[in-house]
């Protein structure tokens, strides 16, 4: 810490400072369930994710739709041949209802761990069961999920009781849980973040605790700035229009006021996600052009 300054809470005192954000779960609690438990909050999120792509007027999902909706909900391992042999454990038809994706879903869980320790011992360089800051940077990335150091610093002090800087592997699928809980934002971030969606729910006249779905864009630019606007203006159009996300009953059907349905706090920070990762992506590929360097 600097000179006259407090040191940077850790362990418990962390957990305590992250543990509140409004329309999530806790932190605490979600460090406590069993890595193949999905808590009610989770059941939730997973129906209205659902609810975005199955097929309208239906209530059914397509399994050709299955990857595009982990993606959504922030997974990582998408390898097409995996997510179809989960698939055909739950069901030999070409469609799910919601039940028969909660069977795959926590099936998937346990498939998604046993990936993350593949790639854990793949980064674990010298093979002594843990990774320092130095081999856990390149390992996000690995992942395709973004590595800032406010987000990795928050985590650590969560995980990294101790403060060694090096974390196992049960201790990394700990990092992951706190790093996904609000979508890869810190505290801070999520909590301006909620600010911005109260005050654009209570502008466009939503239901409460509900962002009008021809809000998005604008709260998002408001969030992230003006060079998002072409990525947030997508995002709502795919949400107004039945597009991609929208492939659901919520995109189509008419709430009494004649509009769209609207987002959830917790459905917003995933646009949020989806936002700055296509941002970082754009900023990838501009560089690449301006440096004339490929891949």
């Known amino acids: 810490a600097a000179a006259g300054g407090r040191p940077p809470a850790r362990g418990s005192d962390a957990l305590r400072t992250a543990a509140k954000i409004p329309g999530i779960p806790d932190l605490q609690n979600i460090l406590a369930q069993q890595d193949d438990e999905l808590s009610e909050e989770a059941v939730s999120r997973i129906r209205n994710a659902f609810k975005r792509f199955k097929v309208p007027d239906t209530n059914d999902l397509h399994v050709d739709d299955v990857g595009g909706l982990l993606a959504y909900l922030g997974h990582v391992m998408l390898a097409e041949e995996g997510i179809r042999s989960i698939v055909k454990e739950v069901t030999t038809y070409d469609y799910l209802d919601f039940d028969e994706f909660l069977s795959m879903m926590e099936k998937f869980i346990a498939y998604e761990k046993d990936q993350f320790q593949i790639v854990f011992r793949d980064f674990d360089d010298d093979g002594s069961g843990s990774i320092d800051i130095s081999e ?78 021809d809000h998005l864009a604008d709260a998002l630019v408001q969030g992230f700035g003006a060079h998002v606007t072409d990525v947030a203006q997508g995002l709502e159009s795919q949400l107004m229009s039945g597009q991609g996300v929208t492939k659901s009953s919520l995109a189509t059907s008419l709430s009494n006021s004649g509009k769209p349905e609207g987002v959830s706090f917790a459905e917003f920070l995933i646009f949020a996600r989806r936002t700055r990762e296509a941002a970082m992506d754009k900023l990838k590929g501009d560089y690449r052009s301006f440096s004339g360097k490929e891949g």
């Open 136 to 213: 856990l940077k390149p390992l996000l990335a690995h992942l395709r999920l973004i590595p800032l150091r406010a987000m990795i610093n928050e985590a650590l002090s969560i995980v990294d009781a101790d403060g060694n800087g090096e974390l196992d592997f049960e201790e990394f699928v700990s990092f992951l849980k706190v790093y996904r809980r609000a979508e890869g934002f810190t505290t801070a971030e999520a909590l301006e973040l909620h600010g911005i969606f109260d005050a654009f729910s209570a502008q466009g006249g939503g239901a409460f605790g509900e962002l009008p779905a």
